[in-house]
């Protein structure tokens, strides 16, 4: 886990991109949720599956497609979307693409 307690980062600044491959750092990790962070070189994605608990994907870097319940969105630099829980989806990095994912558990 990184430690960012007490300062300001930049978030995509803290994973970073690896050819051919989806890295990722755990940055917080809690009973109720986490928040983590990726790095997908571009073609590189998440197959189709589902989570038990609601997601917020929000863009920090390039652009990539998220389909959720076969519904496909373009998702770029700055951009927010949700991923209700136990929806089927996916991603697929259209470039090279930086994500922070914050899953939320419920009580």
Same mark, same amino acid.
């Given at each position: 886990m990184i430690n960012i307690i007490g300062r300001a980062d930049e978030l995509a600044d803290l994973v970073e991109y690896q /050819?051919? &491959? $989806? $890295?990722? !750092? %755990?940055i917080i990790k809690k009973n109720t949720g986490t928040v983590t962070l990726f790095a997908f070189d571009k073609g590189q994605g998440l197959s189709e599956h589902?989570?038990?608990? /609601?997601? #917020? $994907?929000y863009m920090l870097d390039g652009k990539a497609e998220i389909i959720i319940s076969g519904k496909s969105s373009d998702v770029r630099s700055g951009q927010a979307i949700m991923?209700?829980?136990? !929806?089927?989806?996916a991603l697929? &990095?259209? %470039?090279?693409?930086?994500?922070? #994912? $914050?899953?939320? !558990?419920e009580a």
């Open positions: /050819d051919g &491959a $989806v $890295v990722s !750092k %755990e589902t989570a038990p608990f /609601d997601a #917020l $994907v991923m209700p829980a136990n !929806k089927p989806h697929k &990095a259209m %470039e090279r693409f930086k994500m922070m #994912l $914050v899953m939320i !558990k």
